[in-house]
């Protein structure tokens, strides 16, 4: 796999019900369980923030730097509580929002000092030195940006007595949280990132600490900073280099309007980007949880006049897509409503059908027979589209194109539009030596797919680049996400950042993964075959292999409809 980006690949192997994450480097396949959100989970449902306390009088120097990395997980005040543990000095320099290192656990952490701690008479002036190993699993750099990192690693800490108390006088930047405490502190907030064509908005996660000022962080990551560099080929911002805060502070007022700042540059945008601008910040932050209305432009202290521009949404849900009783079509009620022009031309394809994927607007279905070749069903026609061997499932994109690949030749990567002239995608994994699923996003400017590299099995995410004319031409750099033990028998995207997969039935595991986040994994149906994802995280639909469709009820799994032949998939889910 290559990157344009230094980030550490990220592992996740699944083993009976447990995750267990690989290392960083060399796609190593050991490593500790890491916790993720569970299926369904909401950035906008918060835990209460634990709280951590300040020194104690008379703590010597290693209790004092086991105080100060157990405040990390206060973040209030620009982590205040953290602070009180440093000598004024230090307190005015550190930076804590350079980055997080998440370790194992608290209680794993050693702590050497070069001193005896509590019984030491020193003066003020005197210095100990404290050095701290922990085993870390994961780190968020200065963007927000989340990857693995696996490993023993080590600080060091120069303590000084100051006025008759130990104070820490030297520490490096950023902070150390446990991996169990990590996500009651950080939350996941997805940046949105316009496409190519100005058309969509795509999800870029990132990680920042929940608090009261969340706004203003999301405000400066997305007028400051830049995309992902795996995504960054397939999206653009909206905000011009020149454009900046003016202020560091974005406050929402009693009309849940967002008033944000702007420098003097702002006055010379055109109306379009502008509303582009306004858009773009108005949908991150509405998709961060934020109760606003509408976000507001000023310029020293005066309104712009900046609008908004429409783009292409998600359709919702409307049911699942079956084929049941000898029919195929939308189930809704109990009751099968077929698709016209496409229920037909399915129903009487001449073979048994394996798999179903209907376009975001029901006006085609790229169809898989028994044996392996593709099809498009629509406006009343059915058209061959691939013939080639050892198949996987195609995917249809919001451009009604269909792409298809070969298990064994995922360089062989092609994009069929209705007027069935297939389109090769360049860069298609390039180092994989085979592949077992793909799915192209709702957005069209990401594909997922399950690839063999090495002979480990991972779940890879890539961006993907079109022409003016929305044909897809090739893909930007693979972000490995998960390593796999097991095989994959249906991937899908559950929302816009999360992707959900089913494991092999012998082994049963319904893994989701947060593209630029944890994985998390739990028990699937018995007899799990195949599964279809959906707009909102919670619609996760899983087919057993007598026939019952199982949805989620609160944390179990429940029996939705009985007698399904087979569970199609919409387009993007």
Not at 49 to 54: D, I, Q, V, Y
Not at 222 to 244: C, M, R, T, Y
């Amino acid at each position: 796999m290559t990157s344009r980006s230094p980030r550490t690949l990220r592992g996740l192997a699944i083993a009976a019900v447990a995750l267990v994450l690989s290392a960083c480097t060399g796609l190593p396949t050991t490593g500790d369980a890491q916790p993720g959100k569970p299926l369904g989970a909401s950035p906008e449902v918060q835990d209460f923030l634990p709280l951590a306390s300040g020194p104690v009088d008379g703590a010597g120097p290693a209790a004092i730097v086991e105080g100060f990395m157990e405040a990390a997980i206060t973040p209030a005040d620009n982590w205040n509580t953290a602070r009180s543990f440093l000598t004024p000095e230090l307190a005015s320099t550190w930076r804590p929002n350079t980055g997080v290192s998440i370790d194992v656990s608290s209680a794993t952490r050693s702590f050497t000092s070069s001193i005896e701690d509590a019984d030491d008479e020193a003066d003020d002036g005197d210095t100990a030195e404290v050095r701290v190993a922990f085993d870390q699993v994961a780190s968020v750099d200065a963007t927000g940006a989340y990857s693995e990192a696996f490993g023993a690693s080590n600080s060091a800490f120069v303590v000084e007595r100051t006025k008759g108390q130990w104070r820490i006088a030297e520490a490096p930047d950023g902070v150390v949280i446990d991996e169990s405490r990590f996500s009651r502190v950080y939350d996941d907030y997805a940046l949105q990132y316009f496409d190519q064509a100005w058309e969509r908005l795509v999800p870029d996660v990132r990680w920042f600490p929940r608090r009261a000022t969340v706004a203003t962080t999301i405000a400066q990551s997305l007028i400051g900073g830049a995309p992902s560099p795996w995504l960054d080929p397939a999206v653009q911002s909206a905000f011009p280099q020149e454009v900046q805060l003016a202020r560091d502070a974005v406050p929402i007022d009693p009309d849940q309007i967002a008033e944000v700042a702007l420098n003097r540059a702002a006055l010379s945008i055109e109306p379009t980007t502008l509303a582009r601008m306004r858009t773009q910040l108005q949908a991150t932050l509405v998709a961060a949880g934020v109760q606003i209305d509408q976000v507001r432009f000023t310029v020293d202290g005066r309104a712009l006049e900046a609008g908004v521009v429409e783009v292409a949404t998600d359709t919702a849900d409307a049911g699942s897509l079956v084929v049941k009783d000898g029919t195929f079509g939308m189930l809704v009620g109990g009751e099968i409503t077929p698709i016209p022009g496409v229920t037909d031309q399915i129903l009487n394809a001449g073979q048994p059908v394996t798999a179903i994927d209907v376009s975001a607007d029901s006006s085609h279905a790229a169809v898989q027979l028994i044996d392996g070749h593709v099809w498009l069903a629509g406006d009343g026609g059915f058209d061959e589209l691939d013939a080639r061997p050892a198949l996987v499932r195609p995917s249809m994109d919001p451009y009604d194109f269909t792409w298809s690949v070969p298990s064994n030749a995922p360089a062989s990567l092609q994009a069929i539009g209705s007027d069935v002239a297939p389109q090769a995608i360049a860069n298609a994994w390039p180092d994989a030596s085979s592949v077992s699923a793909i799915r192209v996003s709702a957005d069209g400017a990401r594909v997922a797919a399950v690839v063999v590299v090495g002979g480990e099995r991972w779940i890879v995410v890539s961006s993907v680049i079109r022409d003016e004319t929305g044909l897809p031409t090739e893909l930007g750099p693979t972000e490995p996400l998960a390593q796999l033990e097991d095989s994959a028998v249906g991937l899908v995207w559950l929302g816009t950042d999360r992707l959900g997969l089913l494991t092999d039935p012998t082994d049963g595991m319904v893994v989701t993964q947060v593209v630029g986040g944890p994985g998390a994994a739990e028990v699937a149906p018995t007899g799990a075959v195949s599964m279809a994802g959906s707009r909102a995280a919670t619609g996760l639909r899983v087919l057993g292999a007598d026939g019952a469709v199982f949805a989620r009820t609160g944390s179990a799994w429940s029996e939705s409809i009985t007698g399904v032949s087979l569970l199609a998939t919409r387009a993007g889910h």
